[in-house]
């Protein structure tokens, strides 16, 4: 096992919950500027860390890959294990040095109890985490894994991920993650409808290798 790859996993990782739920969770930034925070990492270890491991930083993303046959099922467990440790040590590191860390950023349906104005169900916040995941782990197979959109991969891949946190951000917290979700979860003891968060985005995955693998992908690719 490739001890670069996990490395550049953890930190990517740990960096999206840092800075990503962080950006959430002090309140200071709107829905542009947490989108931004999210996309932002993206991008920036897109280009730091993709010659390394490719820059999954989620294990929905590495489930997609792994339905493709573009990682190897040891390879992908290896992935898994570092992306959760590293979303929860990004949890523990934030909780400790926010002097009023709220709820952590943590993923959770609007409801007009929190705040929300109105109430997003179970079933609909399914839906939004499987079509938006669906649209990211998208991207990801027909830029950087086609190898079609050369070094501008990252950035579609970040900008991809500030558009979806734009429209599911007031619907779901837009996590597309489960490493995302699982890490403030745990810190901040909050675990409302957490299943959601790792089904739909692991459907979302789902789909999106099968639609690249039967259908989108150069059938003369290696």
């Not at 670069?4 to 990503?20: D, R, S």
């Not at 429209?167 to 993650?177: C, E, H, I, V, Y």
Request: glycine fraction near 14%.
């Amino acid at each position: 096992m490739n001890t670069k790859n996990l490395v550049a996993e953890f930190i990517g990782t740990f960096a999206l919950i840092f800075i990503g739920a962080g950006a959430l969770a002090i309140g200071s930034a709107n829905l542009v500027g947490v989108a931004l925070a999210h996309g932002l990492v993206i991008v920036t270890f897109a280009y730091a860390y993709g010659h390394i491991s490719g820059t999954h930083i989620n294990p929905a993303v590495t489930l997609g890959l792994l339905i493709a046959g573009e990682i190897e099922f040891s390879a992908a467990i290896g992935y898994w294990v570092v992306q959760f440790l590293g979303g929860i040590l990004g949890a523990v590191v934030l909780n400790a040095v926010l002097p009023n860390p709220g709820d952590l950023g943590v993923t959770i349906l609007t409801t007009e109890a929190n705040g929300g104005g109105f109430t997003v169900t179970a079933t609909q916040g399914l839906i939004v985490e499987i079509v938006l995941t669906f649209f990211l782990v998208n991207t990801i197979f027909n830029t950087a894994v086609s190898g079609k959109a050369g070094n501008f991969a990252g950035l579609a891949i970040g900008l991809t991920l500030v558009l979806c946190i734009l429209m599911g951000g007031p619907l779901t917290r837009a996590s597309l993650n489960p490493a995302r979700t699982l890490g403030p979860a745990i810190v901040s003891g909050n675990y409302a409808d957490i299943w959601l968060y790792f089904v739909g985005p692991c459907i979302g995955a789902i789909l999106a290798a099968l639609l690249y693998i039967g259908v989108l992908k150069d059938k003369g690719a290696a």
